[in-house]
């Protein structure tokens, strides 16, 4: 069985940088394509960013792109969320998640209903 523990998250001032860190275990970790998504309380989860299994191909959530930056150390089975130049509105529980059927197919899933496995979560706080 999968097992995910996200770790990083914390209080950050407005412009200040976190690293999480995604702690893969159970399977092989080159078999599945890893993401984040957060929750932010009275919103639904939204996607945040994917890596691709081999790493060549990521995405992100269009408010995220060029502050944030996923990557993934195959050697330790670890994926991590970059996240720099955070604003207030960045505020939300992030979850790490993983899925191995879209690796399979070469594509990344976008929705949280394209991911099989899920941590549990790490508070992310923002403040102006």
């Known amino acids: 069985q999968v097992h995910l523990v996200e770790s990083g998250g914390g209080l950050a001032q407005a412009g200040e940088s976190l690293r999480l860190s995604c702690a893969f275990s159970?399977?092989?970790?080159?078999?599945?394509?890893m993401a984040w998504f957060r929750q932010a309380p009275g919103k639904e989860r939204e996607f945040v960013a994917a890596?691709?299994?081999?790493?060549?191909?990521?995405h992100y959530l269009d408010s995220v792109k060029g502050r944030f930056s996923i990557s993934r150390d195959n050697a330790k089975s670890t994926a991590y969320l970059q996240m720099n130049s955070l604003k207030p509105e960045d505020t939300a529980v992030y979850y790490c998640?993983?899925?191995?059927?879209?690796?399979?197919?070469?594509?990344?899933?976008?929705?949280?209903?394209?991911?099989?496995?899920w941590g549990q979560g790490t508070q992310v706080t923002v403040s102006s």
């Open positions: 998640a993983a899925d191995p059927r879209t690796a399979v197919i070469h594509i990344l899933g976008l929705v949280a209903s394209d991911y099989d496995y």
């Open positions: 159970g399977r092989i970790f080159t078999s599945y394509n």
């Open positions: 890596i691709a299994y081999n790493g060549r191909n990521t």
